[in-house]
């Protein structure tokens, strides 16, 4: 989604600047093997974005792997970060936490 929308914007990519919001963190954000196959599949450096659990399968870190993603579309100016929706519960909503959802909005724009 990431490459696409950058691919759409009537901007060179490296002219843009990204900011990442919240995200679930890598030690809430368990995925199986298969989802680290796909993306090592097409990003061999997302290999890095991925640790093994106890229960054989992968913890994957979100930021890391849309700042790849950005990288690789030509967008250079990466910031943000650092959140986890999942671990701040006074701050976010998490459905993976709570059973429940919420809504957070996203603002984007071209100046």
Do not use: K
């Not at 849309?66 to 701040?88: K, S, Y």
Request: charged residues 20%; glycine residues 12%; proline residues 5%.
């Amino acid at each position: 989604m990431l490459e696409a929308t950058v691919a759409a914007l009537a901007a060179p990519p490296g002219e843009l600047l990204a900011w990442l919001g919240p995200a679930i963190g890598p030690d809430a954000f368990e995925v199986g093997i298969e989802v680290q196959e796909g993306f090592v599949r097409r990003w061999p450096q997302a290999a890095g974005c991925f640790e093994p659990n106890h229960r054989g399968r992968r913890q994957a870190d979100l930021y890391g792997l849309a700042r790849i993603a950005l990288e690789c579309a030509g967008v250079v100016a990466v910031h943000g970060d650092g959140w986890c929706t999942h671990r701040e519960a006074t701050r976010f909503f998490s459905f993976r936490r709570d059973g429940a959802t919420g809504r957070m909005a996203t603002l984007a724009w071209l100046a």
